[in-house]
């Protein structure tokens, strides 16, 4: 409940997290069939990095400041939503974007302040999106399965409280279970291996299936007091994940990579279908 992401907002590690949601959710709209998503820990939707927050730590630097106006191919729909949407948008406001008419999105934040910041945006009005004050692990078994029997579910939490890859294993295994169809995409931060390496091996050990992790590193993940890293754990991907997701990877590490020991990006099968 301390953890604000203002001071964070439009870092590498947001660019990397966004860039394979935006792919997501066209992934989703390939298909006529309405979708639905559910974004477990929303924030506040939309961020200024010329706020005193982001001021403060200055990551969007060596973030989506490199990336605004880059042209590569890989990362155009991204930014090309990035620069439509003004500010920096977080998760909401991408949802948002790409819902199409019959689409409908849950959009969860516990924090009384950041809850509030997000009925604020003027997407929150819009009839097909909802926000919720309440615990984005309950809202798992609150909100799946959803009626149109397709979608998404993003977790992405601060990891500001101890056991909370366990909680994202939890509730990566009853989302599935509740909604064997969905898509899910959730976030962890790679300060350490220990910890994902866990992650890892317990995806793998089942009874999840059809799971991928994407990693994007900036440098050897050996220090637990840094964040040198991230990753997405994708169950039930889209059709071409793994074969349209590297060049999105690529060209994010081609130009936010610090050049240090250690950095790399990959995407790796952790369970077959």
């Known amino acids: 409940m301390n953890y604000r992401h203002a001071y964070h907002a439009g870092n590498a590690a947001d660019c990397f997290k966004h860039a394979v949601l935006v792919w997501v959710l066209r992934a989703l709209a390939r298909k006529d069939k309405p979708f639905f998503v559910l ?6 939707g939309r961020y200024d990095l010329s706020g005193e927050e982001a001021q403060a730590t200055g990551e969007a630097q060596a973030g989506i400041v490199r990336l605004l106006y880059d042209d590569t191919a ?4 991204f930014l090309g939503l ?5 500010l920096y948008p977080g998760s909401p406001a991408l949802i948002a974007a790409l819902l199409r008419p019959g689409d409908r999105a849950a959009l969860c934040e516990l924090h009384p302040e950041d809850w509030a910041a997000l009925r604020g945006q003027p997407f929150a009005r819009d009839p097909r999106i909802g926000v919720h004050r309440r615990d984005g692990y309950a809202a798992v078994g609150a909100f799946l399965p959803p009626p149109e029997r397709r979608g998404l579910t993003l977790i992405d939490p601060p990891y500001e409280q101890p056991g909370e890859y366990d909680r994202v294993l939890a ?5 599935q279970a509740r909604f064997p169809g969905g898509t899910m995409l959730a976030w962890y931060p790679v300060k350490h291996r220990a910890p994902v390496r866990a992650l890892h091996d317990a995806l793998r050990a089942g009874p999840v299936r059809d799971v991928l992790a ?3 590193l900036l440098r050897e993940p050996i220090d637990p007091a840094r964040l040198n890293g991230s990753g997405l754990v ?7 994940a793994e074969a349209e997701l590297p ?27």
């Open 171 to 175: 509730a990566l295994r009853a989302g």
């Open 82 to 86: 990035v620069r439509q949407l003004g």
């Open 39 to 44: 974004d477990t820990h929303a924030g506040i």
């Open 234 to 240: 994708l169950v039930n991907p889209p059709y071409r």
């Open 247 to 273: 060049p999105i990877l690529d060209a994010l590490l081609a130009r936010l990579g610090t050049g240090e020991p250690g950095q790399g990006a990959a995407l790796m099968r952790l369970a077959g279908e």
């Open 214 to 216: 994407c990693e994007f």
């Open 74 to 77: 890989a990362l155009a729909d």
